[in-house]
């Protein structure tokens, strides 16, 4: 029994995302390997190989990899699916566009989202906005799945030394064709692998106040920035700060909410932060269910204070 990790990657690191997925598939049982497929990913396939737990490195090489195109990294997969009980790939937009194009190829049900394995054949998975948890057995005998990477601690990045497979790669599937991109830049930490992050709702009242106010803190901390579906939503903060189940799914060592309410959705996005402090100034807001500090006061009065005493 092995299990292969479809690695996230840019052709010359591995993405965050893939570190927590190989800490997963060890809890699965079995040998580890991670499947590469990118274009001149070398680089990437020897950061894959120095993994803690990893035993081998799928080093898949074409041009019609270099974007990560579902379509093609879906055949690689498939090509060497024979080989393994379970592929695993992050729940990110990437993982999550590959992973069912597998599931539906090998007529098996997708295992999506689990944050714990109890054992080969049986997983747990958030349901209900993360309001109950379920246990899902599988009988397939190939499981596909999808790992909650803020339920698992990255695997180590250094201390492994895997051997690196360079197989004849599975031809173009011809199907999409990368046209372009057009990338936000931020000097801030990604979101989703942030140690910090500062997020305002819909109380701010307008982008130039969310700018006013967050902003320093945030500088100050040297944290991401996100934001509630509502502040999104008015165009006070971007799509990509969004934090909740349908946003961004979180889990920094500090998260600081000032003006979110705590709707269910926005719960299910970043309850599982290590330290949560909420600032709100009504009292009965239901962020403060899940804070571990909080405190009722205007966050127009409040963030400035905490910000300058930093």
Same mark, same amino acid.
């Given at each position: ?30 040998? $580890?390997?991670?499947? +590469? !497929?990118?274009?001149?990913?070398? #680089?990437?396939?020897? &950061?894959?190989?120095? *993994?803690? @737990? ?124 990368? $046209?372009?991109?057009? +990338? !936000?830049?931020?000097?801030?930490? #990604?979101?989703?692998? &942030?140690?910090?992050? *500062?997020? @305002? ?110």
């Amino acid at each position: 029994m092995a299990a292969l990790v479809i690695a996230e990657h840019d052709n010359a690191t591995l993405k965050g995302a893939t570190l927590n997925t190989v800490t997963a598939a060890i809890a699965c049982g079995g040998e $580890v390997h991670v499947l +590469i !497929a990118g274009h001149n990913a070398g #680089e990437a396939a020897k &950061a894959a190989a120095a *993994v803690a @737990g990893v035993t081998k490195v799928i080093h898949a090489e074409g041009a019609y990899f270099e974007h990560g195109l579902a379509e093609n990294v879906a055949a690689q997969v498939l090509a060497i699916a024979s080989n393994y009980s379970h592929l695993l790939f992050p729940a990110t937009a990437s993982g999550k566009n590959i992973a069912p194009r597998v599931a539906a190829k090998l007529d098996v049900a997708q295992i999506s989202d689990i944050t714990k394995v109890d054992s080969a054949d049986t997983f747990e998975r958030p349901i209900y906005a993360g309001n109950a948890i379920a246990t899902v057995q599988s009988a397939d005998a190939t499981k596909v799945i999808t790992v909650r990477t803020t339920g698992f601690d990255p695997a180590a990045a250094t201390g492994g030394s895997a051997s690196i497979e360079t197989p004849a790669a599975a031809a173009d599937a011809g199907k999409s064709t990368f $046209v372009g991109s057009e +990338i !936000a830049k931020n000097d801030r930490p #990604e979101l989703t692998a &942030a140690k910090i992050i *500062v997020s @305002g709702g819909r109380a701010l009242g307008s982008a130039e106040k969310f700018n006013e106010v967050m902003t320093p803190l945030a500088d100050k901390l040297g944290a991401a920035m996100g934001a509630s579906r509502a502040a999104v939503d008015a165009g006070y903060a971007p799509n990509d700060w969004q934090v909740g189940q349908t946003g961004k799914i979180v889990a920094p060592q500090l998260y600081i909410a000032a003006g979110i309410s705590g709707a269910i959705q926005h719960l299910a996005g970043m309850k599982d932060s290590k330290v949560i402090v909420a600032i709100n100034k009504d009292e009965e807001a239901p962020i403060f269910s899940v804070a571990d500090y909080g405190l009722v006061a205007d966050l127009f009065t409040a963030v400035p204070e905490l910000a300058k005493a930093l």
